[in-house]
Antibody, heavy 127, light 109 residues
Framework: QLQLHESGPGLVKPSETLSLTCTVS??????????WAWIRQPPGKGLEWIGS???????YYNPSLKSRVIIVVDTSKHQFSLRLSSVTAADTAAYYC???????????????????WGQGTMVTVSS | QSVLTQPPSVSAAPGQKVTISCSES????????VSWYQQFPGTAPKLLIY???KRPSGIPDRFSGSKSGTSATLVITGLQTGDEADYYC??????????FGGGTKLTVL
């Protein structure tokens, strides 16, 4: 059974870079037509999609975060990673990795289904 | 990016039916699929509905989804106390990004 697990520091200083890794087990990260996503949730607030990556390295990012986000994949380690630069207190959140199963209509993406999630990891931005 | 609007809260009694709406002012819902997620406090969200009205394996048929125009609806029938959770809609944006609604807290009275 496919499982995802997030890892990384729980505390990051303002202006520094947040780095998290998601390890995929029980299945292949190199699955056709499957992307891998990062999603976050500030305390007491809703979900925010950060971005998604394909095993070949192609990415989609949230336009509001695009200037600060990099998502990379390492298929040999069955991992994909998030880097969010110049963090502030507003980046304090639970960060989830998830499997992203897109839907297509005549070759155009028309939907997403985040069907398998990691347990999440809380990251606090504070000095 | 899409702005999806959900009611902050809904409530109903056990055994009853509840509907949760998800609306959008632009055309993204109309042109794209909607998904729904259930989240209990302190846990990761769980996919309930994808592609507007499809249920993943293991999701009871008490949960159903529909879409009309620029609005989508999650319907839960035969409410149980264990359904008390936060529910989020999500969609794909024509600008190549995913977005979620603000979430709806379901209270089972």
């Amino acid at each position: 059974q496919l499982q995802l697990h997030e890892s990384g520091p729980g505390l990051v200083k303002p202006s520094e870079t947040l780095s998290l890794t998601c390890t995929v087990s029980g299945g292949s990260i190199s699955t056709s037509n499957i992307y891998w996503a990062w999603i976050r949730q500030p305390p007491g607030k809703g979900l925010e999609w950060i971005g998604s990556i394909y095993y070949d390295g192609s990415t989609y990012y949230n336009p509001s975060l695009k200037s600060r986000v990099i998502i990379v994949v390492d298929t040999s380690k069955h991992q994909f990673s998030l880097r969010l630069s110049s963090v502030t207190a507003a980046d304090t959140a639970a960060y989830y990795c998830a499997r992203d199963d897109p839907s297509y209509y005549y070759g155009t993406q028309v939907g997403d289904a985040f069907d398998i999630w990691g347990q999440g990891t809380m990251v606090t931005v504070s000095s | 990016q899409s702005v999806l609007t959900q009611p902050p809260s809904v409530s109903a009694a056990p055994g009853q039916k509840v509907t949760i709406s998800c609306s959008e002012s632009s055309s993204n819902i109309g042109n794209n699929y909607v998904s729904w997620y259930q989240q209990f406090p302190g846990t990761a969200p769980k996919l309930l509905i994808y592609a507007n009205n499809k249920r993943p394996s293991g999701i009871p048929d008490r949960f159903s989804g529909s879409k009309s125009g620029t609005s989508a609806t999650l319907v839960i029938t035969g409410l149980q106390t264990g359904d008390e959770a936060d529910y989020y809609c999500g969609t794909w944006d024509n600008s190549l990004s995913a977005s979620f609604g603000g979430g709806t807290k379901l209270t089972v009275l």
